[in-house]
């Protein structure tokens, strides 16, 4: 049976660790509690023994009587029945005085003999008030997060329940032949909607088809706006209203003329995270700058179309379903403090046996508020059903409670021959072809795998730091699945090339290129086979590095493209077998025609520092997006100074003169400096000289502090390969390629390792705000006029 201690470590929600109960803290204190109990027993025990000695020892006459020393057969049981009689004596008076002291504050009663016990005593009423507090904050920040959501939804619902209703008019008004509906004020300027059209079909057809859009827009604003002030949505900036009010009846036309100047006070934000909705974001700011210079008539200035409709709604659904984990994490911080609590107390009852003391203690846990059990998580359910599954509890709970991935044992042989297939390719990377590509590939993904199993171990919470979902993510298995598979098929193909050239058929050389195809052709697969959630993933977040300044910046996006900057051999591996296969060198096997011309030379110029002015530009926007953080600047100088130190190395290896030596040397070694200040500091978050753990940080998941001495050393070294470049080594041309595989390796695993410990102070980070559950932007705001 595993011990209470363990299970209980390893079910706490990790970014919420400090404010759970110090189960082990409370445990030390129990057995202080026993040992000194202990010392008590055999201290008594041995006052006891040497009184009873001397008790039953006959005393010496005095001078009138004869002296001599006897013993009695029955002396041993007048000993034991004396030592019995004296401990229930003593403890009497102990337990009178336990029971009229009591502690005015908390109830409990503590003996004043013990100071172990009423130490215990008083730290668990600290810790017990220690996650009252947490739980009350978390229960009423997801209160008002839940308040919050329902009014949002309530908006929603008659937005759409009014576009339906105007829609539906709409058609019959078509088949009718009907006028389109007018709006009952006549022609107000509260533009919320202005029907389903969009910006570019308010400037298409007729005058009277126009002039009928925004009489329609104007009744479907009405409504809509006419719903939001029900639902509790004030309207900041209508000043024609209180004009009206002061100047009475008159001066209709001019009040309403003023009306129409005035902005739509609500919108529906879309968050700029895609050039899509950013040239909506901005085409909305434009046409509302129109407005405020004198076009205010123009109902496209807050159009809102349905997919602003549809995005709200998406996300309404994911707030809720963050609001709903929220919940459950709440639920199990709740079941897992009290189970702490009743299991403490019985060991506490058992080693002091103080009942009453306990029963006190109990009665108070459960009068507290995280014990208290409510039905919040179920009442989310139920509204989330209603409203976004058609009742559906099946449906709903596939967003609400994703199924976690099942494990399983059967790619060990994949696994351990990976390896020996690495292995075997080791002799033939010593042309610049296919193999050495797949094989850091390979490389790269094996050490991802470690990476996945090292978080699942120390449980840090990758996949909520990446935002990936969990049903979805992969695990180490499946990484070790796929790079072991990469590598056998390699192997494989290179077994059947090597059979094809013996016997001499001709074109034996295009099966890398076949094999090539397969590889995009199974990347780019539609159908729902070979982690197609992954795949679509990575070329999302592939899309958004290289459109960096276009899209919002998350972390999976920043973390892909700092390995990217680890595999820029790669990057070369991949331009040369493109230009190998695509000129049609495979089929005489010249080497130097992807490798001698001017314009492989630029394009590998280009490739070289793509990786860090991607990196750079991700910086700079997010030093725009982040209250222009200065650090986000900085970071960008780290890259900035990565392109240099490489522009001057390609010059140097086209012109090795003792000046672009020195060159190499200065720019390369500014770089490498600052990029290991940038990644024992920032990225790490090491070198604090006032941490309890020396030039470390002050938490650590680690408990063996050399392991991060030991980390700290190796990315220096490794680091430090660049002075490859300017060293006078005489090798021959092939172990010179195989000299720059084990570079390209070994800057591989240094990232590797990179990505632990970078992940490790971002998983501190969460936990030193409590950061478990994402917070999702609302649609529908309120907007502040001047």
């Known amino acids: 049976m595993v011990k209470f201690s363990r299970e209980y470590e390893a079910s706490i929600i990790p970014e919420w660790k400090a404010a759970f109960v110090d189960y082990k803290r409370l445990k030390k204190l129990i057995k202080k509690i026993k040992v000194a109990r202990r010392d008590d027993e055999s201290s008594f025990a041995a006052v006891s023994v040497a009184g009873d000695l001397a008790a039953a020892m006959p005393k010496k006459e005095d001078a009138g009587g004869g002296g001599g020393f006897g013993f009695s057969i029955l002396d041993p049981v007048r000993a034991i029945a004396a030592r019995f009689s004296a401990r229930s004596q003593t403890q009497a008076p102990l337990r009178h005085s336990a029971e009229d002291e009591e502690c005015p504050d908390t109830g409990v009663l503590v003996r004043s003999a013990d100071k172990h016990e009423r130490e215990f005593m008083e730290r668990a009423d600290e810790e017990l008030e220690k996650v009252n507090a947490f739980y009350t904050g978390q229960e009423s920040e997801l209160l008002a ?455 492989y030379k630029h394009l590998a110029y280009v490739i070289s520092f793509l990786p860090y002015f991607w990196r750079a530009l991700q910086c700079l926007r997010r030093y725009l997006e982040e209250g222009r953080d200065i650090n986000q600047l900085a970071n960008a100088g780290k890259y900035v100074s990565a392109m240099i130190a490489a522009a001057v190395r390609f010059k140097y290896a086209a012109t090795p003169t003792p000046f672009w030596v020195w060159m190499v040397i200065i720019s390369s070694s500014g770089a490498t400096i600052y990029q290991l200040y940038w990644d024992f500091v920032k990225d790490w978050g090491f070198l604090n000289p006032k941490s309890k753990n020396k030039w470390l940080r002050n938490e650590l998941i680690l408990k063996n502090k050399s392991i991060y001495y030991v980390s700290m050393l190796l990315n220096l070294a490794l680091r430090l390969a660049w002075t490859e470049s300017v060293m006078k080594i005489h090798i021959s041309k092939a172990e010179s390629r195989l000299l720059d595989f084990s570079l390209a390796s070994l800057e591989i695993i240094r990232r590797g390792h990179w990505n632990f410990y970078r992940l490790e102070n971002e998983h501190l980070n969460n936990v030193g705000k409590f950061r478990a559950v994402k917070t999702v932007p609302l649609p529908f705001r309120e907007l502040e006029t001047d």
């Open 145 to 599: 997060r839940g308040e919050a959501l329902l009014e949002q939804l309530r908006i929603l619902s008659e937005v759409k329940r009014i576009l339906a209703d105007h829609a539906a008019a709409r058609r019959l008004a078509r088949t009718r032949s009907l006028p389109l509906p007018q709006s009952p004020s006549g022609g107000s300027g509260r533009y919320l909607l202005s029907g389903l059209t969009s910006p570019q079909s308010m400037s298409d057809g007729s005058v009277e088809l126009q002039a009928a859009r925004v009489a329609e827009g104007a009744a479907v604003a009405e409504e809509v706006m006419a719903a939001l002030e029900r639902n509790g949505v004030s309207f900041v900036g209508i000043a024609g209203k209180g004009k009206a009010k002061d100047g009475g009846g008159g001066g209709g036309k001019g009040m309403r003329s003023s009306a129409l100047q005035m902005p739509a006070t609500v919108r529906i934000d879309i968050p700029a995270t895609s050039p899509g909705r950013a040239a909506l974001k901005v085409w909305e700011e434009l046409v509302n700058v129109l407005r405020k210079d004198g076009g205010g008539g123009d109902p496209a200035a807050a159009f809102v179309h349905r997919k602003k409709i549809q995005h709200a709604e998406k996300n309404i659904r994911d707030a809720f379903m963050a609001l709903y984990r929220g919940l459950e994490l709440l639920k199990k911080f709740s079941s897992l403090n009290v189970k702490a609590f009743t299991k403490i107390l019985k060991k506490f009852v058992k080693v002091s046996e103080q009942q009453r003391v306990t029963d006190l203690f109990s009665e108070k846990v459960k009068r507290s508020p995280f014990s208290s059990s409510d039905k919040l998580a179920d009442e989310v359910e139920c509204i989330f059903m209603k409203h976004f599954t058609g009742n559906d509890r099946k449906v709903a709970m596939k967003y609400l409670k994703p199924q976690q991935p099942r494990n399983t044992h059967m790619i060990t042989f994949l696994v351990c021959s990976r390896p020996m297939s690495v292995a075997s390719l080791l002799p033939l990377v010593t042309q610049p072809t296919w193999k050495s590509m797949f094989a850091l590939i390979s490389l790269h993904i094996f050490l991802y795998g470690c990476n996945l199993f090292m978080w699942k171990s120390t449980r840090i919470n990758h996949n909520f730091i990446f935002d990936f979902s969990s049903n979805t993510a992969l695990t180490h298995r499946d990484a070790y699945l796929m790079s072991a598979s990469i590598m056998c098929t390699v192997v494989g193909a290179l077994v059947i090339n090597l059979f094809l050239k013996n016997a001499g058929i001709a074109y034996a050389n295009a099966l890398p290129g076949a094999l090539l195809l397969l590889s995009t052709g199974v990347l780019f697969c539609p159908f729902d086979i070979f982690y197609r959630s992954t795949r679509y993933c990575f070329m999302r977040v592939l899309r958004n590095i290289i459109f960096s300044p276009f899209y919002k910046v998350l972390m999976a996006d920043f973390f892909m493209a700092d390995q990217l900057t680890s595999q820029i051999p790669l990057l070369r591996h991949m331009e040369f077998t493109a230009c190998y296969f695509m000129a049609g060198s495979f089929k005489t096997h010249p080497y130097e025609t992807c490798t001698s011309g001017q314009q």
